[in-house]
């Protein structure tokens, strides 16, 4: 409740743990190596050094920068990731964990970690194509979250964003959050509302 109006439900299913003798998945999408990929906060100092960059897109720079964020965040594409050049699709692919250490015993917290960040890149995928989109508005009005495997979300997670579908300003979009040993931990999914415009005058970030 905020302001004694309900603006979140959510249903939550238990499961002990169970051994099954078969399983499958999807195939965990190649990617190079978080190590070799510059973090969001380097990224942006990079951009901040561009003579290109618009004043305003410079202010919104300096804010993000001055922002204490708890997770450590690696685009695999950053040009795409900040909409500086359109995506071929509606995809991103960005590794991913939370700033320290969480008690490797406590699974939950690791679970409310990786909820938390799992809603840092759904929205950002479904304008991927179109960098010139203006957004006025956007609100997440679902967010599913299954948990398949035991993970650490203070480790390096590979997240899988793709938006099979946007129309009539509400966007799709699947998530997956891989370990670094190719198993699938958590499947997400997410309806977001989008409302904005095309700007052609902010081709470039």
């Known amino acids: 409740m905020q302001k004694g109006n309900a603006i979140l439900t959510m249903m939550v299913s238990y499961q002990k743990t169970e051994y099954m003798p078969i399983e499958n998945q999807f195939i965990m999408p190649e990617a190079p ?26 202010d919104y720079v300096t804010k993000v920068l001055a922002q204490e964020m708890p997770i450590e965040i690696k685009p695999v594409d950053p040009f795409i990731y900040y909409k500086m050049v359109p995506g071929t699709a509606p995809r991103a692919l960005l590794w991913m964990r939370v700033r320290g250490n969480i008690d490797e015993n406590d699974r939950n917290l690791h679970r409310c970690a990786c909820a938390y960040i799992s809603d840092i890149a759904l929205l950002r995928t479904a304008l991927v194509p179109y960098p010139n989109f ?35 300003n509400r966007g799709l979009i699947h998530g997956r959050v891989w370990k670094r040993d190719g198993t699938l931990a958590v499947s997400v999914a997410q309806e977001a509302l989008i409302r904005g415009q095309i700007d052609n005058k902010t081709s470039k970030l």
């Not at 508005?137 to 997670?157: C, I, N, T, V």
């Open 33 to 58: 190596p978080p190590e070799s990929l510059m973090n969001i906060e380097h990224l942006l100092r990079t951009l901040l050094s561009r003579s290109d960059l618009s004043d305003s897109r410079r």
């Open 134 to 168: 203006k957004m006025t508005f956007a609100a997440s009005l679902d967010h599913s979250m299954w948990f398949h495997s035991p993970f650490r979300a203070d480790e390096w997670m590979l997240y899988e964003c793709e938006s099979p579908r946007l129309v009539a």
